[in-house]
């Protein structure tokens, strides 16, 4: 598991530190990856919240484009677990 945002190195290690992240974030600050996966958010200014689940040969294996946090663990495992 992978974060990606657009906020800055900085603001990304609150981020970690004030949730105890176990996982890598990357910058996208120039939000390339963002634009690249189509999560931006309306105007542009920031990114959605989206989960993209990659399969081992690196082809996007589900999307959830606009995250709903209650339910969201469990419907990607649930995934997970369909697609293995």
């Known amino acids: 598991m992978v974060g990606v945002s657009a906020d800055k190195p900085e603001r990304q290690q609150s981020f970690i530190d004030a949730f105890s992240l176990t996982f890598p974030m990357i910058p996208d600050v120039e939000k390339r990856v963002i ?48 697609l293995s």
Not at 49 to 57: E, K, M, N, V
Not at 58 to 73: C, F, L, Q, R, S
């Open 35 to 82: 634009d690249d996966y189509g999560a931006r958010a309306v105007l542009g200014i920031v990114a959605k919240r989206s989960t993209f689940l990659i399969d081992p040969d690196g082809t996007v294996a589900a999307t959830w484009p606009a995250v709903v946090i209650e339910g969201h663990v469990e419907d990607v495992i649930a995934t997970i677990c369909r």
